[in-house]
C-alpha cells in the first residue's frame, strides 16, 4: 500500500464549478499538510499547509484534514482557466525525518 | 522572502556526458535541500537531501551524486550520463525547525529538464 493515494485524474470541469480534490494516506503520525499546484513544465508551487486537522482557507481556496478518516481534501471555488494544472498533495510528520510523501497528482482542467 | 533558484532550465546531452545541475537558495540560513526526480504518472521521487554543508544523505542507488559545498547550495552530478538518467528534476528547501527534525513546509525550484540522448 502506497503511504500517500490521490486520483490522477483527469479532472475537467466548466469555468465557475466547485472543485474538490482529494487524497488519503495510510500512516496516522502524519500532521503537517500540503497542496502544491504544478503547471506544466514548472515546479510545483504551494497553495495551502496545514498543520493537523481542521479547515484553513485562502481566498478560493480551502484545504480540509480529517486524521480520523486519514483524509485531505482541497476545494477550489469558482473555478477559473488559470487553475488548469496539476495538484500535488504531501505530507510529512515528526518521526519521518526528512521525508515528505507526495500523492502522484490530479490533472485538472478548468473549461471556459 | 525566501526565493529558490534552479538552472539549467533545460539541458540536452549525449549518453556518457557529464551533468551538473546546480540550485541556490537566498533569505533563509541553514536549510534542509533536497533534489527530486520527477517522472509521468510516478510522483515525486527523493534523490538526495541534505541536512548541512558536507552532509548528503542518498536515498536511491544510482548514477547521480550530490553535494553541497555552500550552506544554501545544492548541486546534482553524473560522471557518466545514462538514457534512464532522463527526466525532470526538482531541487527543493525546507525550514529545520530548533532542536528537531525537519518538519514543515517545503518550496520547489522551477526545475531542470533533461533529456539524455
Known amino acids: 500500500q502506497k503511504e500517500v493515494e490521490q486520483d490522477p485524474g483527469p479532472l475537467s470541469v466548466p469555468e465557475g464549478a466547485i472543485v474538490s480534490l482529494n487524497c488519503t494516506y495510510s500512516n496516522s503520525a502524519f500532521q503537517y499538510f500540503m497542496w502544491y499546484r504544478q503547471y506544466s513544465r514548472k515546479g510545483p508551487e504551494l497553495l495551502m499547509y496545514?498543520?493537523?486537522?481542521g479547515n484553513k482557507e485562502d481566498g478560493r481556496f480551502t484545504a480540509q484534514v480529517d486524521k480520523s478518516s486519514k483524509y485531505i481534501s482541497l476545494f477550489i471555488r469558482d473555478s477559473q482557466p488559470s487553475d488548469s494544472a496539476t495538484y500535488l498533495c504531501a505530507m510529512s510528520a515528526q518521526n519521518t525525518g526528512n521525508q515528505f510523501y507526495f500523492g502522484t497528482g490530479t490533472s485538472l482542467t478548468v473549461i471556459p | 522572502s525566501q526565493t529558490i533558484h534552479q538552472w539549467p532550465a533545460t539541458l540536452v546531452q549525449p549518453v556518457g556526458s557529464p551533468l551538473s545541475l546546480e540550485c541556490t537558495v537566498e533569505g533563509t540560513s541553514n536549510p534542509n535541500l533536497y533534489w527530486y526526480r520527477q517522472a509521468a504518472g510516478r510522483g515525486l521521487q527523493l534523490l538526495f537531501y541534505s541536512v548541512g554543508i558536507g552532509q548528503i544523505s542518498s536515498e536511491v542507488p544510482q548514477n547521480l551524486s550530490a553535494s553541497r559545498p555552500q550552506d544554501r547550495q545544492f548541486i546534482l552530478s553524473s560522471k557518466k550520463l545514462l538514457l534512464s538518467d532522463s527526466g525532470f528534476y526538482l531541487c527543493a528547501w525546507s525550514v529545520r525547525l530548533a532542536g528537531g527534525p525537519e518538519t514543515g513546509e517545503l518550496f520547489f525550484g522551477e526545475g531542470s529538464r533533461l533529456t539524455v540522448l
Open positions: 496545514t498543520y493537523s486537522s
